[in-house]
């Protein structure tokens, strides 16, 4: 670190976005018109440093609409609240919570699941 940067992590200055074809033949009418990307990282995530994205192997955790191949994502950053689910280390293994009201402090919490996306395949 240093002073012009103070922050360990940086944002990356090339632009990664997919180049426009160019041109050829009669223009659609629609051309002009285009809609920006949507950076799902910039959207879904408050802290990228402490942000973790998990994939679901199995049914396991069907009581709580989370299915195979859904993507978790978990901020080891956040504070669990009453009702919110989290990713906790119980018997050896990694396991999906729904806090209850002191039962946050029986628990080894790893993260808070801040989304889930789903897989729809």
Known sequence: ???????????????????????TGFSSPATHYSEPRID?????VSNSSATFY????DDAFHD???????VLI???SLTPETNQLVFAIQYDSFDIVRIKNRA??????WGVITYIIK???
């Open 1 to 23: 670190m240093n002073e012009q940067n103070p922050l360990p992590i940086k944002k990356a200055e090339k632009s990664h976005r997919v180049q426009r074809p160019t041109q």
């Open 40 to 44: 799902l990282n910039e959207v879904l």
């Open 54 to 57: 998990v994939r679901v192997t």
């Open 64 to 70: 709580f609409e989370i299915y195979n191949n859904d």
């Open 74 to 76: 978990i901020d080891r």
């Open 104 to 109: 946050a402090d029986e628990l080894l919490i």
């Open 119 to 121: 897989s729809v395949l």
